[in-house]
């Protein structure tokens, strides 16, 4: 088996929920595989979106390109459908003034159907994701 970016609509990904969308900036944006496109959250937090993969995967690195997130809150799911979720990682991002915060993650216990990402504060009043990059495999199709 191949390692792929398992989070690219490319691969059958999709954003299935996002608490804020703006036409201009939409959660797809986050795995469509341009960088010059992004979602942006529309104020408060926490804010948070939804990834399903369409089949059991298991992740060996997280990447998030995003602008202005402060905390970080990854939660996983194994099921068929989008419940169930348990923590899996939790971080503090830097800020990195005029240029994106990259922040790579090397996972363990990676299985998942879902991710829900939650942005449970910022740096300012609005937050960005840029990309989300999900290294690893396929490992069966949902039944």
């Not at 899996?88 to 994106?100: A, D, M, N, S």
Request: glycine fraction near 4%; hydrophobic fraction near 35%.
């Amino acid at each position: 088996m191949r390692k792929v970016d398992l989070c690219w609509s490319s691969e059958g990904t999709e954003v299935i929920l996002a608490t804020s969308s703006d036409e201009k900036h939409p959660p797809e944006n986050i795995i469509d595989g341009n960088p010059e496109t992004f979602w942006t959250t529309t104020g408060m937090f926490p804010q948070e979106f939804i990834v399903c993969f369409h089949r059991h995967v298991r992740i060996e690195k997280l990447v998030i390109q995003s602008y202005f997130v402060r905390t970080l809150r990854i939660e996983k799911s194994t099921s068929n459908e989008p419940d169930s979720f348990e923590q899996w990682i939790e971080r503090e991002l830097v800020h990195t003034e005029g240029q994106l915060q990259n922040e790579e993650i090397m996972a363990h216990d990676g299985h998942a159907t879902y991710l829900r990402f939650i942005i449970t504060s910022a740096f300012d009043h609005f937050a960005c994701v840029y990309s989300i990059s999900a290294e690893g495999i396929a490992v069966s199709n949902l039944s």
